[in-house]
Each structure stands twice: as C-alpha cells, then as structure tokens.
C-alpha cells in the first residue's frame, strides 16, 4: 500500500538495488508532513517533500538543494558522525540515481544508529542516569560556545521577535480551549508572558548584549538526542526557520529541561540544568528559563492538539492526544505560577560532603546549586578543570567569589528559585552578610553545617579525582583553625549534618518545603 501512495523516486528508493552499497532488506520507508526518511540499514536518505506550510517552504528543488546543505552544515557541528553529505539525484530515462544528470531532486544521506541509542529510547528502558545528564550538559555548554553569533542572530532576541512566536501561540490554540487546553490556564499563562515582555526588557536586552542569542540547535528534546559509540549527538536541528533557531540559549536548555519533566524525571532535568550552568557560567540566564519553559510546553500542547483537526487520526488515537495535550498545557501554565525562593548556604570544611549532600539536596527540591569553586574560575576566566595558582585564592579573589555568590543567590531565589549556595562559609562576616540580605528581601534562609571526622575528611580530599575543587588534605589544618564558631544570631539558621550518616533523614525536612528550580 505504501509503494502505491509515494511518488515514483521513492518507490524505487524503496528497491535494494538502487543503492550503490549493501542495504538491510526490506528498505523502511518513515514519512513525516515534510519528508521521506528511507532506512537502509548503514545509512539513511532523507528528502524533503515540495511542501509550502508558510514558517517552512520547500516548494522548489532550489529550496530543497539549499535546505539540504542547511540541514547537513548545522547539524555538522552537534552529529558530525552521522551527517555525511548532499547528493543529487538525477533521472535517466525513467530509472533514477544518485549522482549524474540532469538532476530532479536532493537527498542527504546520513550515517544508520540504532533507535535504542536515543535518550527518549534509553528513557522508556529505564537506562537514562544522572551521568549521562551530567556529560549532556556538558555537551551542550560545548556545542553552545562554538555557535555563531552576529548583528543580525543577535536581532532574534529583541522582544518584538520573541513575543510574536509567543502571541501566534496563543491565537492558534484559542479554538481548543474546552478541550485539552482550559480558559483559566490560557489566561493565566498568556498574561504572565505578557507581563514577562513588558517588565523584563532590560534582561532581553543584557542577553542580546552578552552574545547569548546565537545559532542554536532550536528543537532540542530528548528524540533529537541519541548517544552512540560513547559519544553524546545532538540532531536533527531546525534549519527550515531562521526564527526558530536564532534564539537564546537557554530556549534550547529549556527544551531538554522540560522534556525530562515532562517525563516527571525532574531529577535528571535539574542535573542537567546546573552541569549546563555551572559549565558556561550563565546563571543570570535562567532569569529567562521559566518564560522558556512554558513556551516549550506550550508549543508541544499545540501541536499535539493540531492532531485533533485532521480527519484522517482516528477517534481512539484523538483521545489520547487530548490527554497528551491537556498535561502539557498545564504544564505551561504551571511553569508561568509564582513561587518563593529559599536561599540554602552550605557550610564546612573541604571533603566534609558539602557539594555531595548540595547536589543530593538540589535534585529533591528543584535548586539550582552554584559552587564557589566554579563562581572563581569563572570569574578569573579560567577552564573549570584548570588547577588555580596562588592568584586565585588571595583574600581579594575570595571576597569577590563571595560577593558574587550571594548577589546571584539572592537574585534567582528572589525570582522564585531554590538556590543552594555550595561554599565554606568558615566566616561569620560572610554568613551574616547572606543573613542580612535574605531578610532585607524577605527571603526565607537556612545553614547546612556538613561535619565528619578529621581522618574521613583526609581520606575524602585524598581520593578526589576529577573534580572542579582544588582543596588538598595539606590545607585542612588551616581550614579548622581559621573556621569562626557559630554567633547566637546565626544558631537559629543552622542545621548540622553529619556526612558519615545517611542524609536523606538529616534532610527530610527542606524535602517538605515547597520547591523549584
């Protein structure tokens, strides 16, 4: 039945003979709304249907040739091993070819992987961990710094051009609402974007200032994630629209984020939320990441509910994308609610489990966990993994780590973050400055003292490997002399956790407490 509904080009593509190599038979033919995908076992054609739907135009083989080399230039930088090249297709008599003259059409020909190697695929086995997140975020800061970026991208994210995909959203689902989509959650939502655009220019305008609008990836979810031969791909980029690529980065951090929680995986999301930040030193980005957030939620509610116009899904299969609709619609919506923010200082000496217990902690209340020790190498410009000099721990460069800490902590839990700020905290003068400043703005504070024996904290600090800290056990003698005791004003704050002991119980009541990311 398929052969007969394809047009002839990929009815022989569908023949293993018209392949100059071995193929796996039966040749599998994939369609979309917009193009052939025909798997042959090492390698796979894709071809772009002479379509037209307005944000994406392939209507002449002119168009489809530049779309092509589109496809395989930008998707070079995340997946170079699967993207190979254009190659033409000609018609010679009534057989068609690859290669040669007089040319009717182009397919990109790409390297086959296996559908388990996608994250979605690991996901659905239960194989998808926190390392994995922890080497994605990595992965993705990497693929983010090599983007280009120019006057023109940089256009992208003035608000005029990011509100308008915002407003056409909303127009194209009104028509849903008493269906999956409801009137309370599409008022609630489009009005906290709205006011998102009308009070927050100044932060559009410090993302296009500090170069963060860029050529990304645009459509980056975990089916467009695949990792292969030990190695994290990034595929299957928009290259159709301009729009939706030139965008910030965090649009596409926001995309991953969601997609996980989606999949009520907030844990894996928030691990590869502060492995992204803490790599590319952007936290003031995540100022942007709720509207984001919602924003991608929004668009998978959408188009979900477009299944419910076409009279060709059948009735059980509308049903279901009326569920499917309806939870990301909310989820949109609840990604637009306030929040309070909670401020959370670690405190104790290095190897005494203070970013272990933060990194625990921050993936059971939603946190973002910022270290002192990549706050530093940020701020003096140097590679995370880098061993400092002496220049980096001089009293200036720690008040200066210090000061930064707290003014970001205190910035994201005033937008309704959870912030655990992973530092010594061996100063009253630095505790009581976070004290003071989270009063001053209301925000609710808590001290986590992490303690262990002295031989523990030696053995601790002599195995690290690895690690972005560059504490050594030589150093802990002075740490627990030069610590300052505890003010009768700081009692109150202070909770004392024993790293040698399961934390979960020692923790269980900030778990109680309301969070998010």
């Not at 691990?271 to 003031?284: A, M, P, R, S």
């Not at 992973?422 to 400043?437: G, T």
């Amino acid at each position: 039945m398929t052969e007969v509904l394809v047009p002839p080009l990929i009815q022989q593509m569908l023949q293993p003979g018209f392949y100059p190599h071995q193929v796996q038979e039966p040749v599998k033919l994939i369609q979309t709304h917009v193009s052939y995908v025909l798997l042959t076992g090492d390698f796979v054609y894709k071809l772009k249907k002479p379509v037209n739907f307005g944000f994406l135009d392939y209507s002449t083989l002119e168009k489809r040739r530049h779309f092509c080399e589109e496809e395989l230039r930008l998707n070079q930088r995340g997946a170079p091993e699967l993207y190979l090249e254009v190659l033409p297709v000609a018609l010679v008599g009534e057989q068609y070819q690859l290669g040669g003259t007089p040319v009717v059409e182009y397919a990109l020909k790409m390297r086959q992987f296996p559908q388990e190697a996608l994250l979605s695929e690991m996901f659905e086995q239960g194989k998808l961990e926190q390392r994995h997140m922890v080497e994605l975020g990595r992965v993705v800061a990497e693929f983010h710094g090599k983007t280009v970026s120019n006057d023109y991208i940089r256009s992208f994210g003035e608000v005029s051009q990011v509100r308008a995909a915002f407003e056409e959203n909303y127009q194209q689902t009104e028509r849903y609402i008493g269906g999956p989509q409801t009137q309370v959650q599409f008022e609630e939502t489009k009005k906290y974007t709205g006011q998102f655009f009308a009070e927050r220019g100044e932060l559009f305008k410090s993302r296009i200032a500090n170069d963060y609008i860029r050529e990304c990836h645009g459509d980056l979810h975990l089916r467009n994630i695949a990792l292969w031969q030990d190695k994290i791909l990034l595929f299957d980029c928009i290259e159709f629209n301009e729009p939706f690529r030139f965008v910030d980065v965090m649009y596409d951090v926001a995309f991953t984020v969601m997609d996980l929680e989606a999949r009520q995986s907030r844990d894996l999301a928030n691990v590869f939320l502060n492995t992204y930040v803490e790599q590319t030193g952007d936290w003031e980005g995540l100022q942007v990441l709720p509207l984001y957030l919602s924003r991608q939620a929004y668009v998978r509610a959408k188009v979900t509910s477009f299944l419910l116009d076409d009279p060709g899904v059948p009735t059980e299969a509308k049903q279901e994308a009326t569920k499917t609709a309806a939870a990301y619609y909310k989820q949109a919506w609840e990604y637009t609610q306030p929040r309070q923010g909670q401020l959370i200082l670690m405190s104790g000496v290095s190897g005494s489990g203070k970013s272990t217990t933060a990194r625990y902690l921050a993936q059971q209340i939603g946190a973002i966990h910022i270290r002192s020790d990549a706050v530093r190498k940020h701020l003096a410009g140097i590679p995370l993994l880098q061993r400092g000099g002496d220049d980096l721990y001089t009293p200036e460069m720690s008040q200066k780590t210090y000061t930064r800490l707290l003014e970001l902590g205190i910035m994201l839990a005033s937008q309704g973050f959870n912030v655990i700020l992973d530092a010594k905290y061996d100063r009253q003068q630095l505790r009581q400055e976070a004290i003071a400043q989270a009063q001053a703005k209301k925000i609710p504070l808590q001290i986590l003292c992490c303690t262990a024996p002295l031989d523990v904290l030696q053995q601790r600090l002599q195995q690290r490997t690895g690690d972005i800290a560059d504490a050594t056990a030589d150093l802990l003698a002075s740490q627990l002399d030069t610590a300052e005791g505890w003010t009768e004003k700081e009692k109150p704050f202070v909770k004392i956790l024993d790293t040698t002991q399961p934390i979960q119980a020692q923790l269980k009541e900030i778990f109680t407490k309301e969070g998010r990311r």
